[in-house]
């Protein structure tokens, strides 16, 4: 990174800490102006006459504009960015070499990235392992499972380190050795969600982490659906592991189909909400997801069929214990249900659920048996 | 002349024996009661002086003095009413002071001269012992209850001087009705609950064991109506315990059902928006128990826990491990018992839906805050901790009715023989030096427990707890021997991680 473009870097970090100030306005103000330290010595200046004080940029209302120029009087411009530097985050923009996105591609890249973590640049190949929050066991064991055998074919995990699926693969890639990119809708040091603070700190300390956000930025809601595309642009094939119909995940599948990525999706039952979305993906003609393997053929890794890693469906269990699972849905049974699906004795019934979720066949997610 | 008459007040559920010493001389005529009175007990100044008016006796025109000894403990209430005027009668000769020997009197007076019941008959006269005591005609079957007392009931002050004087006869005592013993209050029956085979062990396995009781469940699951059914469940109390119930019970004014003690456990079901002082008990004028003694040797059932405020939550922790609760105010301090099964149900989230995957309409922040209402701590002390769900239609309308509550209460009652035959009135009670001796497991049963506190799906603290459900299982199926892997693994099942049933965001 060059000196001219580190202080470029330190005007593009202050005007993405001011409110509101998202990805597109950020490029829209830094065109109009010709550059990052010019836009910014603008909005610090008088406001000359005339309607938003000389400031006229699409998608900006007069009351936003007197609002950045308010908050721009109170940022410290190079207290910001020894911050970053004190934090050892990387500020980049598209001139860096180590700038992870192919511009040329993408309809509406970034204008500024901040990184941390060992592993700059664009990885590939890279899949991005995404889905919902509210993800069934199934959902969270597939994704765990693709997390780890991409990890063991060298593949970079991409993601967006929510819970549910997302965080799921990149735990299982972390565990596995594997490399894992994850892309925060907050600030680097704004850990979002709390529950994956330590998933977070392994990825920032094996992997990498980016945000579009500079220190102390709050998760916002309008980030997110930026931070998808973001996801999209870094990986050579997106996964969708489980989405409900309207799930956050669809803003991915968007932006990789904008950025001709593959998109690929993990099969669901008909009857479970959490595989709405993909299941209508698939009927769509995106390519289906049966296997690790269908993963890698993708990405010219390897060839159908050579690949035993995913564990044989409906396991073998032991005969009285057959029975039981038999009872469990993959989308989830009720204890009761088990009970009246068996016919046993409920003491029977409670031990044999206990015997098969400690064999990991089961999993009991909030009273409710689901198979793995 | 100076006059002693014994008499009780109340305090908290306790009586104390106060002595009325009630001094009349010459001078300046007036009438002052010393000796820590509240209010009530201050206008009993008044209420002596009409009632004595109203009974054609003489209110005396000297300077009287009345003193309330021990003078320095509060006398609250109006129970020493009878006992001032029946003084001051005696201080200025319209009565013979040996009508006071070996008697105590306790009553309100009305300004017509009527001696009328006060709260706490019962706990008041069984301070009172080894005397006669004087009470109003209609507590007598509530003050009778009390051992080692002889109770005489007055009508009017006019009456109890006649009897005192042997003019006539005392009242007869109220006859006593008599009825069925048992099972006089079992509340609903589990005959009516359709299908919930787990709810149903659950609610078995906490009776017989006494182990307190967490239900999770959608609204509409029947929660409410497996928790009422608990206390048909638990067998009667046996004379100690019920004469302790009682006396709580008659402390804060309740009449016992028909001059006997109450001999079936109670049930208090406090409302979510109760105060902190309401349940575990307190109260600025007067120490009164809160609805956790109310439930003592019954149960405490909490309906929709998580509506609770935290803070009072977190006041039962130390009743549930001690019994009792120890209340401190400015006026000092009380001990409440409070041995009380605790049965609680809630929602697993604000909508009730959390749990089955997609159909919870909560935020996750909203689903983590109500979480996080009750602590870990909290939660552990729970050995039952299910998920009750929806029953399906079908057992609803057309499914055959369960088994009735009298034959679950056989059982219960087994088990109970059995825990009580190893020196614990139920298994919950077992300390954990007592488990090697009194629940060993076998091998293969040790090799699971190990196991799952190598997973980490159960905590140390929670071995202890699940090997008392196990052992309780193993008594109701009428076991012998070590407890054995099975036993375990349905008690382990029936202890759910609060973090699977409360929080099921992502992982």
Known sequence: MSAGSTSDAAFFAALTALPGMGPRRLAAIVEDRGGALEAWTALCSAPSAGPGGGLRIEGVSDSLASQWRSKARIIDVAELWSRHGAAQVEVLTPSCDAWPIDDAFDPYPPSVLFGTGPLTGRQSPAVAIVGSRRSTHYGRNVAATLGKGLAAHGVTVVSGLAAGIDGAAQRAALDAGGRVVGVVGSGLDVVYPRSNARLWADVAERGRLWSETPLGGEPARWRFPARNRIIAALADVVVVVESAATGGSLHTVDAALERDRLVMAVPGPITSPQSLGTNRLLVQGCAPVSELADVLVALGLGHAGNEAQVPAHGAQVAGHLAEVLQAVDYDGTSTDTVIERTGLDVSTVLSRLSELASANHIADVGGWWQRS | ?507
């Open chain 2, 1 to 507: 002349m100076l006059a002693v008459v014994s008499s009780a007040t109340l305090s908290g559920i306790a009586g104390i024996p106060v002595r009325v010493e009630v001094h009349a001389s010459n001078g300046i005529p007036g009438f002052a009661i010393v000796g820590l009175p509240d209010a009530a007990c201050r206008e009993a100044r008044d209420r002596v002086r009409a009632a004595l008016m109203s009974s054609g006796l003489d209110w005396p025109g000297k300077r009287v003095t009345v003193n309330l000894a021990p003078s320095g403990v509060r006398k609250t209430g109006s129970s020493l009413d009878v006992a001032i005027a029946i003084g001051l009668l005696v201080a200025t000769d319209q009565l013979s002071v040996e009508t006071l020997a070996g008697r105590s009197f306790v009553g309100e007076l009305g300004l017509d001269g009527a001696i009328r019941p006060v709260n706490g008959i019962l706990p008041i006269v069984a301070s009172l012992v080894d005397t006669e005591v004087v009470v109003a005609q209609s507590s007598v079957g509530d003050a009778d209850l009390a051992p080692d007392v002889t109770v005489k009931g007055a009508r009017s002050l006019r009456g109890l001087i006649e009897a005192l004087t042997g003019e006539a006869a005392w009242p007869d005592p109220p006859t006593r009705a008599v009825g069925s013993r048992a099972m006089d209050f079992c509340g609903a029956d589990l005959a009516d609950v359709r299908g919930q085979p787990l709810g149903r062990l659950a609610v078995e396995v906490a009776a017989a064991g006494g182990h307190h009781l967490l239900m999770l469940g959608p609204p509409g699951s029947g929660k409410t109506m497996l928790a009422r059914r608990v206390a048909g469940l638990l067998p009667d109390l046996d004379d100690h315990a019920a004469l302790e119930v009682s006396l709580i019970h008659n402390a804060v004014g309740v009449s016992l059902p028909r001059g006997r003690l109450i001999r079936r456990p109670p049930v208090r079901a406090p409302h979510h928006g109760s105060s902190a002082v309401a349940l575990v008990g307190g109260g600025s004028a007067t120490l009164r128990p809160g609805e956790i003694s109310m439930a003592h040797r019954g149960i405490l059932f909490l309906d929709e826990m998580g509506e609770f405020a935290p803070s009072c939550l977190e006041m039962l922790r130390e009743p549930l491990e001690e019994g009792a609760i120890r209340v401190t105010r400015s006026q000092g301090s009380a001990t409440f018992p409070a041995e009380f099964l605790l049965v609680a149900a809630m929602n697993p989230c604000p909508c009730g839906e959390a749990g089955r995957p997609g159909w919870c309409r909560c935020s996750d922040r909203e689903r983590y805050r109500y979480g996080r209402r009750l602590s870990g701590p909290f939660l552990d002390r729970f050995d039952l901790r299910v998920l009750v769900q929806r029953p399906a239609p079908e057992a609803v309308v057309d499914g055959a009715s369960g088994e009735p509550s009298s034959d679950v209460a056989e059982r219960v009652a087994r088990c109970r023989t059995r825990s009580s035959e190893r020196g614990f009135e139920f298994n919950a009670a077992m300390p954990d030096d007592a488990m090697d001796e009194f629940a060993p497991l076998t091998q293969e049963g040790l090799g699971v427990l190990r196991e799952e506190l190598a997973r980490g799906c159960i905590s140390a603290r929670g071995v202890q707890r699940v090997r008392r459900v196990a052992l309780t299982m193993s008594d109701l199926a009428g076991a012998e021997g070590p407890i054995d892997a099975d036993r375990l693994r349905t008690a382990m099942n029936l202890r759910a991680e609060p973090s699977k049933l409360l929080a099921a965001v992502g992982q």
